[in-house]
C-alpha cells in the first residue's frame, strides 16, 4: 500500500541546473499538491492539480512549472536552480469530496547550492 | 483571504503533562474545514482529525481531544498525559469551500521530555 511516493528523496543541485521531481499517487485521486515547507513558514502550497490535465497556480508559483499528463503523476519541475529554493518539497493526493484530508509524500529534500 | 495562526512556535513539557496546542484561523466563508497533521522527526505528515464548520461538537481520540469554537474562531488541541512519543511538530490548517488546498499555519514544535 503505497499511497503517495515522492522520486527522490534528497537531492543537491548548483544554482542555475533544471531538475524534476516525480509524484506518483495509487489511490486514485483527482487533486493533487505540491507544498514546500521553510523553517518557520510552515507549509505553502506551490501548484495544484483537480484533474488530469489541470494544473493551477497555488500561494508561491514563481520558479516551477508542473505537469499532469497522468492522473496518478504530477511533476515538479524547477527550471533554474536558485538558493532560495532549497526547501522540504511535500506532494500530496486527495479525493474530489470537499473537505477530505490530504495524504502526503515523505517529502524530498532539495538544497541547492 | 484564508489564515491560520499558531501562536505557539515551540512547546516543552515533562513526560504525563496535558498540553493544549493552539489555533486561530480567519475565513469569510461559511463553510468550510479544520485540520490537524503531526510531523514526527521523521518528517512523514500524518493526518489527526477533520472538522467541519458546521459541526462544534468536541471530540476525543484517546489521549488526543480537540476543542472547536466558531465565536473565537479557534480549533485547539489538547493531549493530556503526553508521552515522549507525542515529540513532534503539529500543524493546524484550514480548507475553504473549493478544490480542497490546504492553508498551513506555522507549526508548533512539542518537546516532551522523560
Known amino acids: 500500500n503505497a499511497g503517495v511516493t515522492q522520486t527522490p528523496k534528497f537531492r543537491v543541485l548548483k544554482t542555475g541546473q533544471s531538475m524534476t521531481l516525480l509524484c506518483a499517487q495509487d489511490?486514485?485521486?483527482?487533486?493533487m499538491y505540491w507544498y514546500r515547507q521553510d523553517p518557520g513558514m510552515g507549509l505553502r502550497l506551490i501548484h495544484y492539480s483537480v484533474g488530469e490535465g489541470t494544473t493551477a497556480k497555488g500561494e508561491v508559483p514563481d520558479g516551477y512549472n508542473v505537469s499532469r499528463l497522468k492522473k496518478q503523476n504530477f511533476l515538479l519541475g524547477l527550471e533554474s536552480a536558485a538558493p532560495s529554493q532549497t526547501s522540504v518539497y511535500f506532494c500530496?493526493?486527495?479525493?474530489?469530496?470537499?473537505?477530505?484530508?490530504?495524504?502526503f509524500g515523505q517529502g524530498t529534500r532539495l538544497t541547492v547550492v | 483571504a484564508q489564515k491560520v495562526t499558531q501562536a505557539q512556535t515551540e512547546i516543552s513539557v515533562v513526560e504525563k503533562e496535558d498540553v493544549t496546542l493552539d489555533c486561530v484561523y480567519e475565513t469569510r466563508d461559511t463553510t468550510y474545514y479544520l485540520f490537524w497533521y503531526k510531523q514526527p522527526p521523521s518528517g512523514e505528515l500524518v493526518f489527526l482529525i477533520r472538522?467541519?464548520?458546521?459541526?462544534?461538537q468536541n471530540e476525543i481520540s484517546g489521549r488526543y481531544s480537540w476543542n472547536f469554537q466558531k465565536s473565537t474562531s479557534s480549533f485547539n488541541f489538547t493531549i493530556t498525559a503526553s508521552q515522549v512519543v507525542d515529540s513532534a511538530v503539529y500543524f493546524c490548517a484550514l480548507s475553504e469551500a473549493g478544490y480542497s488546498t490546504l492553508t498551513f499555519g506555522k507549526g508548533t514544535m512539542l518537546l516532551v521530555s522523560p
Open positions: 489511490m486514485n485521486h483527482e487533486y
Open positions: 472538522r467541519n464548520s458546521f459541526d462544534e
Open positions: 500530496a493526493s486527495s479525493r474530489v469530496l470537499r473537505g477530505t484530508e490530504a495524504f
